[in-house]
């Protein structure tokens, strides 16, 4: 993983094999947003809340990440929890998309996010069985 962070400007690439999930959750900030995502990515599994628990649909050949959106944020524990969600684009120009739940970097992935210096995000369990988001001015 390649990563450059100044002030309000942060841009990561991942290399072919990086585990996009695992990557970032190395990446240090407790509360940033995902704002964009492009490249390629194989063996992705994405999930689709059905009211009760996430559908994992399975795409193991390399497809276009077409874009990605999401947040870093911790949880009660400190621990810290990625919410992505991506489209994806195959060869003859299907997509599909949903929650990242797992997909390793083919040949690049390119990432740009907005650490936040002036608000903490927190993920708490809801009733629904999802963990929400809670921005809190700092």
Known sequence: MIEVKTGQEWMVRLQDGDDLMGALGKLESDAAL????????????????????????????????VSMQGNLAIDHSGQRIVHAHISLAARDGAMCGGHLVKATAHNTVEIGLLPLRDIALERRPESSGLVGLFPIKL
Request: aromatic share 12%; proline share 6%; charged share 20%.
């Open 34 to 65: 995902i704002l964009a995502g492009i490249g390629m990515v194989r063996d992705a599994q994405l999930g689709y809340w059905n009211g009760s628990e996430y559908e994992i649909h399975t795409y193991p050949d390399p497809m276009e990440l």
